[in-house]
């Protein structure tokens, strides 16, 4: 029976919380989706031609013409270096690779690119209500919201104390600071939908600081670990549609911070 560590919280909101209200525990999930039947080698990722099947679930995959994709891949990377050198496949392992505090423990999981509703989404091979999923930042994503951009200063990676001092860089365009700020913010809005009745939607916080979260204004985080996230109140669905948003634009009102998240650990009520 495989076990995974995942944040488990003492509140019924299990979208946003503070950093002391978690434990970290090993859980029994013999039901989840969990992505493990999908083979992949050690630290390796696939994008698949026209998405992927996991629990009776179908995840929809777009490749683009400049090798880049939209909806879903999946991967068992866990990345928590910087990007040293700039690279493509520097920029791709971060990309493809969950961040963690410690060692990943959940083996394969799912990587969105979620870009535009069209092609981020799942669909379920009959009507279910979801009890919860897991959420957890990318490394690209939050080596931007925590390290900004630095491109000219020589500095020690704190993931690898030993490692020698070296300029490094998110490459994440147009990123120029930290997402400190009060009233910053990074989320996954997820919609859900009965054939094509909207059903729900449901904002799960990746980064929130002071301000950010109406309902929680007191909340300040960047997301280290896999959060479980209720996914309830979207109700009986047939399909899933992911999106993203954050308050960090650029002059266009573009978000600065990529649709990248990772998605792991899918509960269905029974």
């Known amino acids: 029976m495989k076990k995974i560590l995942f944040t488990i919280l003492t509140s019924a909101i299990l979208l946003t919380y503070s950093c002391s209200d978690k434990a970290e ?13 999908l083979k992949l080698g050690t630290y390796t990722n696939a994008v698949p031609d026209g998405g992927f099947t996991s629990g009776g679930i179908r995840f929809n995959t777009k490749k683009n013409p400049d090798g880049t994709f939209s909806g879903f891949a999946y991967s068992n990377q866990n990345n928590r270096s910087f990007v040293w050198t700039n690279t493509k496949a520097a920029r791709d392992t971060n990309i493809l690779s969950v961040y963690t505090a410690y060692r990943n423990m959940t083996e394969v999981y799912a990587v969105a690119c979620a870009d535009n509703e069209t092609d981020t989404y799942f669909t379920l091979d009959k009507a279910a209500v979801i009890d919860l999923a897991l959420f957890a930042n990318n490394t690209y994503n939050y080596l931007a919201m925590t390290y900004g951009a630095n491109s000219g200063t020589s500095i020690a990676n704190p993931n690898i104390p030993s490692a020698p001092k070296a300029i490094w860089n998110t490459y994440a365009t147009g990123v120029t600071r930290k997402l400190t700020l009060d009233g910053d913010y990074y989320k996954v809005i997820v919609k859900g939908y009965n054939g094509s009745a909207l059903t729900g939607t449901v904002e799960v916080y990746l980064c929130c600081r002071k301000g950010a979260d ?6 300040a985080f960047i997301r280290a670990e896999w959060v479980a996230a209720d996914l309830k109140p979207l109700g009986m669905v047939t399909k899933v549609v992911f999106s993203t948003s954050c308050s960090y634009k650029d002059a266009n009102s573009k978000d600065l911070i ?13």
């Open 214 to 219: 109406p309902l929680n204004p007191a909340f």
């Open 25 to 37: 525990l090993l859980v029994s999930i013999p039901n989840d989706i969990t992505f493990n039947e």
């Open 258 to 270: 990529n649709s990248y998240f990772c998605l792991d650990g899918i509960r269905l009520k029974k």
